[in-house]
Every structure is written in C-alpha cells, then in structure tokens.
Nanobody, 123 residues
C-alpha cells in the first residue's frame, strides 16, 4: 500500500511564496516519477510540474514556468514544490501523484494520489 500526503497549502497574498510538500509512505516506488497537479473550482485537473526518479529531468506547465520549482528528497521520501510570485490564478487544490511508465513526464501514468492541499491567493 502507498500513501501520499500533501501539506503546506494556505491563504497568501499575490506575490507571496509557499512550499508544498508531499511525503510518500508504505511500499517503495522505484523509478516512479512524481508530479504536482492542481484543480481550480469548476475546472479540470491539470499537471503543472513533474520530476523523474533521478531528479535530473523536470517538467513545468507554461503557466508556472519560471515561478515554481520541483525537487525531491529520496532520503525523506518527499517531493517539494516551491511556488514563488503567486497569483490569484494559482488558487486551486494541489495534488501530488506518483507515476510509472516511460516517455514525457507529463504523459506518465499517475497511479497513486494524495488527498490534496488548498492554496488560495487573494489580497
């Protein structure tokens, strides 16, 4: 069994920063990529960032490129999403997920999911 638990969300003002964390527990997932997704109210869930097992390859959606940074710490089984220069459009529930398969990170098969953490950006 695999559990993913996100934390670090909250209410911030435009221009502020947040760092989301996703801790994995249970069965280890060798070679899995990790992704961050978000879902705003009334919209479909979208992938915004992902990182491969080694950490040497990353993906960012155009909407967050240059503002968000994804990293992973294997020792602590944690993936982070550093979010800077937050905008009201970043308001959403953020999910982490573990993905298997090959090919582009944004196209991996994400099979394990956390419960999500709310990020609200408002003045």
């Amino acid at each position: 069994q695999v559990q993913l638990v996100e934390s670090g969300g909250g209410l911030v003002q435009p221009g502020d920063s947040l760092r989301l964390s996703c801790v994995t527990s249970g069965r280890r997932l060798p070679s899995y990529a990790m992704g961050w997704f978000r879902q705003a109210a009334g919209q479909e869930r979208e992938i915004i960032s992902a990182i491969n097992w080694s950490g040497l390859a990353t993906f960012y959606a155009d909407s967050v490129k240059g503002r968000f940074t994804i990293t992973r710490d294997h020792a602590n089984r944690t993936v982070y999403l550093q979010m800077n220069s937050l905008e009201p459009e970043d308001t959403a529930v953020y999910f982490c997920a573990a993905g298997t398969g090959l090919g582009p990170l944004e196209n991996r098969r994400y099979v394990y999911w956390g419960q999500g953490t709310q990020v609200t950006v408002a003045s």
